[in-house]
């Protein structure tokens, strides 16, 4: 069965660092996301992409973070200064377009730790 | 912020049915409701979704009330793998709407 693949399972950065972690959505999915769970708080959308452009961003999403589709295959979410408060399990989800579903199939995250 | 109420903590015996109640009083005409869990810090999986109608499917089946207003996830045999955070979440069903989550229920399939 198809899954979504991230990639490293576990990133250490220092504060101040550029991070950009990966991310292999189903492959004939078109709509693509990432979401981040703090420690013991409630999973959060940061971000959504669309035919190569962001159709939607939460607040959380500033200046520091972009999402790039780089290739086929590839959707990158770049954090370009970390700070301490970025240490997170970040989440990136996709979804098919198909009527009357669009449900969203996450990956297993990857973990990111800001010292 | 999450337009559904769920119940903190529940316990289950294994093997017994699960039914889990989701309150979505202010629900629009065009919002689905689905339905995700997480177990321990995985991602979020899919489970179930519906419009009015109920639904079924492998994992589990899915109880909407006639005015919507409510819902019932139930697992009808649940095992000690189905302990996990499931999390009841209303939509609309157009391209690329985000999930919002709540703090969801904590499941605890008791042996």
């Known amino acids: 069965e198809p ?4 990639t490293p399972s576990h990133q250490v950065t220092q504060m ?11 492959s004939n999915h078109l709509y693509f996301y990432w979401y981040r769970q703090i420690l013991g708080q409630k999973v959060e959308f940061l971000v959504s992409f669309y035919n190569n452009e962001i159709s939607e961003k939460s ?21 370009r200064s970390t700070k301490l408060e970025d240490s997170a399990m970040y ?14 199939y996450f990956g297993p995250g990857t973990r990111l730790t800001v010292t | 912020d999450a337009k559904t109420t769920q119940p903190p903590s529940m316990d289950c015996a294994e093997g017994r049915a699960a039914n889990l109640p989701c309150n979505h009083s202010t629900i629009s005409g065009n919002e689905y409701v689905y339905w995700y869990r997480q ?7 899919y489970i179930i979704h519906g419009l009015k109608n ?37 939509r609309e069903i157009q391209g690329a709407q985000k999930l919002v989550f709540g703090q969801g229920t904590r499941l605890t399939i008791n042996p």
């Open chain 2, 39 to 45: 177990i321990h810090s995985q991602g979020p999986q």
């Open chain 1, 59 to 79: 607040e959380i999403f500033d200046d520091q973070f972009s999402v790039e589709r780089p290739d086929g295959s590839n959707f990158t979410l770049k954090i």
């Open chain 1, 91 to 104: 989440f990136c989800a996709s979804s098919p377009r198909q009527f009357r579903t669009y449900e969203q």
């Open chain 2, 54 to 90: 109920n639904e079924t499917n492998e994992m589990a089946s899915l109880i909407i009330t006639e005015d919507r207003k409510s819902s019932t996830l139930i697992l009808p045999h649940a095992t000690l793998r189905d302990t996990a955070v499931y999390y009841c979440i209303v």
């Open chain 1, 16 to 26: 101040g660092q550029e991070v950009i972690l990966r991310c292999v959505p189903i």
């Open chain 1, 3 to 6: 899954e979504v693949t991230q």
